[in-house]
């Protein structure tokens, strides 16, 4: 998808994408990162405000990037408000439409993660010795790996690595598994990426 191809914005979408990231908030089991595919369906599939590549380059510059984890969000959302500007109406106020999409999308995925998480650590913490609470505890596992894996072909389907690439899917694998059996850092794994594909072996 080119830039010609891209779905209309105005500035009343900017209330659609808060009330999308608003309700993802409330399910991001695991971090915001395990709502990606439903933040590709919603900005790439359904109203084409960005490509496979905006969105897939999005995430990877906010992940290599100091800060949060949920920095991809505004990332993401500044991009929509980035395509959207050479567009906007009136054209002298173009410049705020990244801000705002950017602005009103991360308040959107923080405020009610952020307000559940401090009410509910607080409930956990003080029935921790719970039976039930031990056993929901144990369950979220699964599901937030449920979710990365989702995550992770989700991004990947965007370079044609299902079909494609299985190379890529191996490289994957192997650096989950380092990720998780080892203390390298993650940063060496994404320079090591970068380089293979600078040098074209990707």
């Not at 595919?37 to 496979?52: A, C, G, I, N, Y």
């Not at 100091?66 to 567009?87: H, I, K, R, Y």
């Amino acid at each position: 998808m080119n830039a010609a191809e891209l779905g209309a914005f105005a500035w009343g979408d900017c209330l659609a994408l808060f009330q999308h990231f608003l309700t993802l908030s409330l399910l991001a089991v695991g971090g915001a990162i395990t709502t990606v595919p439903d933040m590709h369906r919603f900005l790439v599939l359904e109203q084409h405000w960005l490509s496979d590549g905006q969105f897939s380059a999005s995430i990877a510059l906010a992940q290599a990037a100091p800060g949060p984890n949920l920095l991809f969000v505004s990332v993401l959302a500044w991009n929509v408000g980035a395509n959207a500007a050479a567009g906007a109406n009136p054209p002298e106020l173009a410049w705020l439409l990244p801000l705002a999409c950017a602005s009103v999308s991360t308040i959107g995925i923080l405020a009610p993660s952020t307000t559940l998480t401090l009410y509910a650590a607080r409930w956990v913490h003080h029935n921790r010795a719970r039976l039930g609470v031990r056993g929901f505890k144990l369950a979220m596992g699964p599901i937030v790996i449920g979710l990365l894996l989702a995550t992770a072909w989700t991004l990947g389907a965007a370079h044609g690595m299902p079909r494609d690439k299985p190379v890529l899917w191996g490289l994957s694998v192997l650096s989950a598994l380092l990720v998780w059996k080892t203390r390298i850092h993650m940063l060496w794994l994404i320079a090591a990426g970068a380089a293979l594909g600078a040098w074209g072996a990707m």
